[in-house]
């Protein structure tokens, strides 16, 4: 891993460790979210499944229905029975927050001109089969729109989980290892330069020493001549 390029020093150093000890943090903290994140994810899809196939099961059923009743009927007649609807649906959207992430709620009302009359038609020219397929229809209306936000959840969720696994994995195997490889670097080149005061101290101090000591020797000989000249022999 390349090491960054920096000054060696103490302070530069000091600065690497606190981001180092902070990506750490946010590492761990961005692992867990992706495990949680994976965890409700997979309980999600689970639960989408089953709504799924039930969701496909009554369309199944809605589109028999239609299909018999349109074996039956004109097309003149069909469109004509379902031109004016006697519903409509108002539809709210809002959002809930899963692990930092706004995921849809649909709410729905709907408004009738009669109590319980979802059919726009008369009875007396149409098939039992469209009756069925309209009353199914209604039916699974709100399951449709329960299956829509969930897929959207999951889908919003995917791509949260496929960015905290980039976050992850740069933090990972690119900006953890750089620190830690510049700091080594930087106490190494640390140690090298007080080995190498060290040394530098060591012979300082021989010289001044051996300095000393000839001073020393001089100062001694001046002593002994000054005796000598002050004391002759005789």
């Given at each position: 891993?390349?090491?960054?390029n920096?000054?060696?020093?103490?302070m530069?150093?000091?600065?690497?460790?606190?981001?180092?000890?902070?990506?750490?943090?946010g590492?761990?903290?961005?692992?867990?979210?992706?495990?949680?994140?994976?965890?409700?994810?997979?309980?999600?899809?689970?639960?989408?499944?089953?709504?799924?196939?039930?969701?496909?099961?009554?369309?199944?059923?809605?589109?028999?229905?239609?299909?018999i009743?349109?074996?039956v009927?004109?097309?003149?007649?069909?469109?004509?029975?379902?031109?004016y609807?006697?519903?409509?649906?108002?539809?709210?959207?809002?959002?809930?927050?899963?692990?930092?992430?706004?995921?849809?709620?649909?709410?729905?009302?709907?408004?009738?001109?009669?109590?319980?009359n979802?059919?726009?038609?008369?009875?007396?020219?149409?098939?039992?089969?469209?009756?069925?397929?309209?009353?199914?229809?209604?039916?699974?209306?709100?399951?449709?729109?329960?299956?829509?936000?969930m897929?959207?959840?999951?889908?919003?969720?995917?791509?949260?989980?496929?960015?905290?696994?980039?976050?992850?994995?740069?933090?990972?195997?690119?900006?953890?290892?750089?620190?830690?490889?510049?700091?080594?670097?930087?106490?190494?080149?640390?140690d090298?330069?007080?080995?190498?005061?060290?040394?530098?101290?060591?012979?300082?101090?021989?010289?001044?020493?051996?300095?000393?000591?000839?001073?020393?020797?001089?100062?001694?000989e001046?002593?002994?001549?000054?005796?000598?000249?002050?004391?002759?022999?005789g």
């Open positions: 891993m390349a090491r960054m920096v000054n060696p020093t103490r530069v150093m000091t600065s690497l460790k606190k981001k180092l000890a902070t990506a750490s943090r590492h761990k903290l961005m692992k867990d979210k992706r495990d949680e994140l994976m965890k409700q994810f997979l309980e999600l899809a689970k639960k989408n499944k089953v709504l799924r196939e039930e969701v496909e099961r009554r369309l199944g059923e809605v589109y028999s229905n239609f299909t009743a349109s074996a009927m004109s097309p003149q007649l069909m469109e004509e029975a379902l031109m609807p006697t519903q409509s649906v108002d539809l709210s959207v809002s959002t809930k927050n899963v692990m930092s992430v706004d995921v849809p709620e649909f709410e729905f009302s709907s408004a009738q001109e009669g109590a319980d979802i059919y726009p038609y008369g009875f007396a020219g149409t098939s039992g089969e469209l009756d069925k397929a309209i009353a199914r229809l209604s039916e699974v209306f709100p399951v449709m729109l329960e299956l829509a936000a897929e959207k959840e999951a889908s919003l969720l995917a791509q949260e989980i496929e960015k905290t696994r980039r976050r992850v994995n740069a933090l990972e195997y690119i900006m953890i290892p750089q620190l830690e490889e510049t700091i080594k670097y930087i106490r190494m080149k640390l090298e330069n007080e080995r190498g005061n060290q040394t530098r101290l060591m012979k300082v101090k021989d010289m001044m020493l051996a300095e000393a000591i000839l001073e020393k020797q001089a100062a001694d001046a002593a002994m001549e000054e005796y000598e000249r002050q004391h002759p022999a």
